[in-house]
């Protein structure tokens, strides 16, 4: 599987390759994560695994695939994977990066953040794949260190879609202000220019019932318990469950629509406590927004097309 084609950047070096058998379960890396937390030492300077897993032919379970379109709002039985969907085959092995002895920060209470994600072609879902995870590296934040997680899917051995999540632990520093972003991250065409998406038209108002969070585990195998029940969520500091990060962007694709061959930025700001009234909100430029009671914004976001089309030739990330 090649990594050098326009459009995709290339993984940290040095790089241990480990190819898996199949995709590990997500229960077990929550477990050896939540027993090793009290060990870990987080710092944006700290070493971190220079692991990228992958998992060769892989395919897309359609029964699944189609539990995620319906708890998403995506419409079922398309030819094509919503551009959100590899995140999900993507999250078990990115679960385990984050669970090892060597990853310095704490699996309980990481925070997601942000998450980029470039589309080249379409993904057609009956598609073989290969999958590639892997810890692009550590940022020095106002709140503590916030760790990059990159993702990527070949078709036919060219690279086809990639995201790239940040993930924030916090933990007391000595930054009085936010720190100097890495100049990967500060460059143009990879900061994400969102905003508070200010002035966006409302278009769509969704009342959330408080079993989202447990439809959307049971579809893409995430279930955190802050996300399950008030119960679980109380464990970890909520009085509510809060809806899954990733299923509040894909519920905004999915009203949104996303180009064969595009560029999707997101910010996570606030939680969404379930059950809960939610407002859509976008100015058909490609941003869009998702507030709460009283304008809290939650999640803002853009989509633009890219200007290559085809495998391997979408724009620099």
Not at 266 to 289: C, I, K, W
Request: net charge positive; aromatic share 6%.
């Amino acid at each position: 599987m090649t990594d050098r084609h326009p459009g995709f950047t290339g993984t940290a070096s040095p790089m241990n390759d480990v190819t898996l058998a199949a995709a590990p379960a997500l229960a077990p890396q929550l477990a050896r994560g939540a027993l090793g937390a009290p060990f870990k030492r987080p710092g944006p300077d700290a070493a971190f695994p220079r692991t990228r897993l992958l998992l060769p032919r892989l395919r897309v379970d359609l029964a699944k695939l189609a539990a995620y379109e319906r708890v998403c709002g995506f419409p079922t039985g398309e030819p094509d994977l919503p551009v959100t969907y590899p995140h999900v085959l993507g999250f078990p092995l990115a679960m385990r990066l984050m669970s090892e002895r060597s990853f310095p920060l704490p699996l309980p209470g990481l925070v997601h953040t942000s998450i980029e994600i470039v589309r080249g072609v379409a993904l057609p879902a009956d598609g073989e794949y290969g999958l590639g995870v892997w810890i692009e590296g550590l940022t020095a934040h106002r709140r503590g260190t916030e760790a990059t997680v990159a993702t990527r899917l070949w078709l036919a051995d060219e690279p086809v879609w990639e995201s790239r999540s940040t993930y924030l632990c916090r933990h007391r520093t000595g930054l009085a202000q936010p720190m100097p972003a890495d100049p990967a991250r500060t460059d143009p065409a990879r900061t994400i220019r969102t905003g508070d998406g200010e002035g966006l038209p409302a278009v769509g108002e969704w009342r959330l019932g408080g079993d989202v969070g447990r439809r959307y585990g049971a579809a893409s195998g995430d279930r955190n318990p802050i996300h399950l029940h008030p119960l679980t969520a109380r464990l970890f500091g909520f009085p509510r469950a809060i809806a899954h990060g990733m299923w509040t962007v894909a519920r905004c694709l999915a009203a949104h629509g996303t180009p064969d061959a595009a560029r999707v930025r997101a910010r996570f700001r606030a939680p969404v406590p379930l059950p809960g009234t939610v407002t859509y909100g976008t100015d058909g430029s490609g941003r869009f927004t998702l507030r709460g009671p009283g304008g809290r914004l939650h999640l803002s976001g853009e989509v633009r097309p890219l200007s290559g089309t085809g495998r391997g030739t979408a724009a620099a990330v």
